[in-house]
């Protein structure tokens, strides 16, 4: 099946285009299991918040329904666990959860690599770090450059309904973590003061992961959702294609045999009927006239 399957069923009754406006399933649990499924620990607070870490304590990933405002998701990488974090990224509760998956699937697959995948703080030379690759798949999908303001770059969609903005120059560290003034800005809608949904990326947030995001935003397939969960404020700016029920597979030679012998009228019991033969008792005679 060609579009995103969070649970290997179609969870909803129509498909949103552009997957950009579909907003959160609502649902944790399918961007959590790609760091649960390396064992990272699962803790829970009596709010109902949920807490991930890592074995080394270097990567802790917060879902945060209960939380103090509206980042539902806080991911955070630290070179010293007691240290202040190295990087910093969050989505907030409207978020798609399709877009948060990947990029868990990428910390997963970083983490796996090495510190050096996923904390090692890019320099000039360095080639994979190069802030250009995160635009790539927007470049390649049709999204064009823009400069709503000096030092700040965004490349967007045809429909102007989603931007992903970067700011130049020296930033707060502290900011970034805890605001929206971060390195990477990611929000969709029609303002920015007042967004569908929003994710952020502090300085030194390793590409690869962010690369994972712009892939999956700007993917053209769209994504299944239920119609009264879909954002009213762009109901008129999206597409629903009612989801069709599955077809019924199609009949193999042996259902087709089996059909045919159902349709054939049943056999007549078979009756004895006996034959003349030279031994047969002779006839009775008949009745006296």
Request: aromatic share 4%; no cysteine; glycine share 4%.
């Given at each position: 099946m060609p579009f995103d399957d969070i649970s290997r069923t179609i969870d909803g009754d129509v498909y949103v285009s552009p997957r950009y406006l579909a907003g959160s399933t609502g649902i944790g649990d399918p961007a959590l299991a790609p760091l649960l499924d390396l064992g990272w620990e699962l803790e829970h607070d009596d709010l109902g918040n949920c807490y991930v870490n890592a074995p080394d304590r270097k990567v802790r990933l917060g879902y945060l329904p209960e939380g103090q405002d509206d980042g539902l998701w806080r991911i955070n990488a630290y070179n010293d666990p007691f240290g202040p974090p190295a990087w910093g990224v969050c989505f907030n509760d409207s978020c798609p959860t399709e877009f948060v998956r990947a990029f868990t699937t990428a910390l997963a697959a970083a983490y796996g690599q090495g510190t050096d995948a996923y904390l090692a703080t890019p320099t000039p030379e360095d080639k994979v770090q190069d802030p250009f690759l995160v635009v790539t798949p927007l470049i390649d999908r049709g999204w064009e450059f823009h400069q709503p303001e000096p030092g700040v770059y965004a490349i967007r969609p045809a429909d102007l309904l989603a931007s992903l903005e970067f700011t130049a120059g020296p930033l707060d560290p502290e900011g970034e973590l805890t605001s929206r003034t971060a390195r990477w800005h990611l929000w969709a809608g029609t303002s920015i003061d007042r967004p569908a949904w929003y994710a952020t990326a502090s300085t030194n947030t390793p590409v690869?992961?962010?690369t994972a995001v712009t892939a999956c935003v700007s993917d053209p397939a769209p994504l299944p959702r239920w119609r009264e969960d879909t954002?009213?404020?762009?109901?008129?700016?999206?597409?629903?294609?009612?989801?069709?029920?599955?077809?019924?597979?199609?009949?193999?030679?042996?259902?087709?045999?089996?059909?045919?012998?159902?349709?054939?009228?049943?056999?007549?019991?078979?009756?004895?009927?006996?034959?003349?033969?030279?031994?047969?008792?002779?006839?009775?005679?008949?009745?006296r006239r």
């Open positions: 690869a992961l962010l954002h009213s404020y762009v109901k008129g700016m999206v597409q629903l294609t009612p989801i069709l029920p599955p077809q019924p597979p199609a009949p193999t030679p042996l259902d087709i045999q089996r059909a045919a012998a159902s349709r054939r009228p049943a056999a007549l019991p078979a009756v004895s009927v006996p034959r003349w033969s030279t031994t047969s008792r002779p006839a009775l005679p008949g009745p």
